[in-house]
């Protein structure tokens, strides 16, 4: 069992824990989005995660802890759970969806578009698959929980500019705003190393999370939670939308580059 150690930085707080454990003992709904991306269960080498867990085995630790998050989570909160398949198993994210059903409501389903060709023109990044039965895995999913369905969402403020700006005053639009809708291009920076990404196999880039947040609607009050904090990126979009974060991560190396990205981050803004 890992001994919880907990840290300020600013307004956030870092937590050296199991999430599970640490969940446990946190006030019930006390946060109001929750944005994450476990491990997928696809054999990545984590630093102290062994990412290989049976599929029955990983679903029921998935469900145990998404049940301590609906626990953390105010009854108008939004849950946005970053994960995906592989081409081998293909199933296991939709699997995972329909546990959560007892829970959750599945309020929104989003596509993160990471790499997409248009023509003959290929934007953004992507592990290639080695492989005569199988395409490139270019998305992941981010599936939007809450608990009853009926949470209001910021379209606009996760928006896009019309492109068309005869469509403003034709549709009686009152800015030049409109909902991005369900596939999000986010296409990661290049890196060339695994100190670039941290050393952690498995990071998304700080605009997911950040969109996320503005999907739910960003207040000065409200409080964002990473159970999987990883390398601290949901604290950093937290830190950028003004809003508090509050990131649990098991691994001592993990919470060491989370302290330090996060540090420097309110070095440069304070």
Not at 80 to 93: R, V
Not at 155 to 163: D, K, N, S
Request: glycine letters at 8%.
């Amino acid at each position: 069992m890992i001994r919880a150690r907990r840290e300020a930085l600013g307004c956030h707080s870092l937590i050296r824990g199991d999430c599970l454990s640490v969940m446990r003992r946190m006030p019930i709904g006390s946060v109001d989005v929750v944005v994450t991306s476990p491990p997928y269960n696809l054999g990545l080498a984590y630093r102290s995660y062994k990412d290989s867990l049976s599929e029955e085995n990983y679903l029921t630790w998935m469900e145990a802890i998404c049940r301590k998050i609906a626990r953390v989570m105010r009854d108008d909160g939004s849950f946005f759970l970053n994960i995906a398949g592989s081409s081998a198993q293909p199933w296991l994210p939709f699997e995972l969806m329909v546990r959560l059903r007892e829970i959750f409501n599945l309020q929104n389903h989003i596509s993160w578009v990471k790499s997409i060709a248009v023509g003959e023109i290929t934007y953004g990044h992507f592990k290639p698959v080695n492989s005569s039965r199988y395409v490139n895995r270019n998305h992941e999913h981010v599936f939007h929980l809450t608990k009853r369905g009926d949470v209001e969402i910021d379209r606009l403020g996760a928006g896009v500019p019309f492109t068309d700006k005869t469509n403003i005053p034709r549709r009686q639009h009152g800015e030049d705003r409109r909902c991005r809708g369900d596939t999000w291009y986010i296409p990661y920076e290049t890196v060339r190393s695994k100190t670039a990404r941290f050393s952690h196999p498995s990071t998304f880039p700080v605009a997911l999370p950040e969109r996320c947040i503005r999907l739910h609607g960003v207040r000065s009050d409200m409080v964002v939670l990473d159970p999987f904090m990883g390398t601290g990126t949901s604290l950093i979009a937290a830190e950028s939308l003004g809003v508090r974060g509050i990131g649990i991560e098991s691994d001592t190396g993990y919470v060491r580059i989370a302290r330090k990205r996060l540090r420097s981050m309110l070095q440069q803004t304070g």
